[in-house]
């Protein structure tokens, strides 16, 4: 939803995100707008010949709103939240954590069954929750060298 997708018109709100087809014309005695909507809702606004300052008021406010929103770019992918669980295990392979398929479902269930807060506040960035997340991680090759090493100092 964009900002300011709202439009009042007589007293009513129409949001111009569920608009599918506008219809306008104008007479003599006045003009009407028609708003066709999902599902096949349809709003009309009649106005009369003394509110025709209102109607063309109205028109150029919808061609400033519906031209502007049509022209911004489509928001693709949501960061607050993972696409599904394949997403997370995928990011969990990256990071090398042990047993990724286990653990990924488990941060995924758990997030998921909190629609994606953490207290009271709304997850922005998936990723960065999964890092604070306190996970076994595989250790790389540098390590186990170390280990080795310190191991045989010891001995």
Known sequence: MIRNSMIKIKGNYINLDRIVFV???IT???GTINFYLE???KFEFLFGSNESR???KIINALDKKIITSSTQP???VELGKPNNVEEVIEYFKELKIKDAENSA???YNHYEGLNWY???TKIKKWKNCANAWDFEKEPDEEEIEYQKARRA???
């Open 118 to 120: 953490r207290g009271k």
């Open 105 to 107: 479902k488990k941060f």
């Open 23 to 25: 219809e306008t014309s």
């Open 28 to 30: 003599s005695q006045g």
């Open 39 to 41: 599902k096949f809702q």
């Open 153 to 155: 100092l010891r001995s």
């Open 54 to 56: 209102e109607y063309h």
């Open 74 to 76: 489509p928001k693709t």
